[in-house]
């Protein structure tokens, strides 16, 4: 059976660590029929618009991309390709597996951290309803919706259902938006209701922060809405080594996006030295997602084994091994 997939390398070193994962899931067996959808700044701008028509009628055609990271301007220029993607498939869900990468020295390696978090995806301020009032006066829309905050939830219960996760654990503002993450609250509160062998609980978020720093292993499932979401699995990445260390996903109901969550780097493209560790890690989630699981996990399995022998990992987590080695490395595992 083939599988028919959007491969959207990016800009950066988007295309390096594109290549080097495809490599990768091309070495697991499993058929893909890759079809690539080129898309970086250049293009963009060309377009006019941040998803140019020929990537919306790929990812229609095979409702599963695989996406290497795409430049933002900062403070101005076209938008997020990142939201505008979210937005156009409802992609409701973010999902970030953060996870101890064994023989990669941090912080906290004398503890074994294993969380999930689930983030809304498609409202919030991510909204961008903005608006100049008066000159240097701005006001920004935060839009929490019963609809969007029930299905975040539902996802991440029924991933804790089908994992064997044990906990959940809101996260909020509640204490000061109490109409906007006061509704959040009691969306997760009545999926939790419904799920009464899971242990639920809810954290403010600058306790979460700070929970997350001093005892990250009591984590399991985080369960916030789009800000919040964004904010805090980038800090949980930072305790396993990075956000070149951990898989992304979007999921909605007809369509997937897997992706590398880290920027483009430019000032290292073309070096040969990019890490394609993240790629490599969303790659296996799509393979989860396609109902390919022993092949999902023999890669998984690869990329650990490389950083638990320590001989073949990339400068910036320490190594001395080029992208196109890191991944012969990882090939090399799988076989």
């Known amino acids: 059976m083939s599988h028919k997939v959007t491969l959207i ?23 893909i029929d890759w079809e690539v959808a080129e898309l970086n700044a250049d293009l ?53 597996p953060v996870r101890s990468m064994p023989g990669l020295g941090t912080r906290f390696d004398d503890v074994k951290i294993d969380m999930v978090i689930f983030r809304e995806n498609t409202e919030d301020l991510y909204s961008g309803l903005e608006h100049e009032v008066v ?13 969007a905050s029930i299905n975040i939830a539902e996802y991440a219960f029924a991933y804790a259902e089908k994992a064997g996760r044990k906990k ?10 109490k109409l ?45 809405p789009n800000l919040y979401g964004d904010i805090v699995s980038d800090l949980a990445a930072g305790l396993v080594g990075g956000l070149g260390m951990v898989p992304g996903a979007n999921m909605g109901e007809k369509d997937a996006v897997f992706e590398a969550v880290h920027g483009s780097a430019p000032d290292i493209a073309g070096k040969g030295i990019a890490n394609p560790t993240a790629m490599m890690l969303s790659s296996a989630l799509m ?40 991944t012969d490395a990882v090939i090399a595992a799988m076989s």
């Open 180 to 224: 906007s993450d006061g509704l959040f609250l009691r969306c997760c509160r009545e999926v939790a209701a419904r799920h009464p062998h899971i242990e639920y609980k809810e954290l403010i978020v600058d306790n979460a922060a700070m929970q997350l720093v001093v005892r990250p292993e009591t984590f399991d499932i985080l369960l916030l």
């Open 44 to 96: 963009i701008v060309k377009a006019g618009v941040s998803l140019p028509p020929h990537v919306i009628e790929s990812l229609e055609r095979t409702h599963v991309g695989l996406k290497g990271p795409v430049t933002t301007p900062v403070g101005g220029g076209y938008t997020s390709v990142n939201v505008a993607l979210r937005k156009r498939l409802d992609l409701f869900a973010n999902v970030r």
């Open 168 to 177: 959940v654990v809101a996260i909020h503002k509640a204490n000061i938006m």
């Open 135 to 147: 000159k240097d006066v701005v006001t920004s829309l935060k839009v929490i919706t019963r609809v």
């Open 287 to 326: 393979l989860f997602h396609l109902k390919e699981p022993e092949a999902a996990a023999r890669l998984q399995h690869a990329v650990e084994k490389v950083y638990a022998g320590g001989k073949h990992t990339t400068p910036d987590v320490g190594g001395k091994a080029g992208t196109a080695e890191f």
């Open 9 to 31: 390398p990016g800009d950066g070193i988007g295309p390096e660590v594109a290549a080097a994962a495809r490599r990768a899931v091309d070495a697991t067996g499993v058929r």
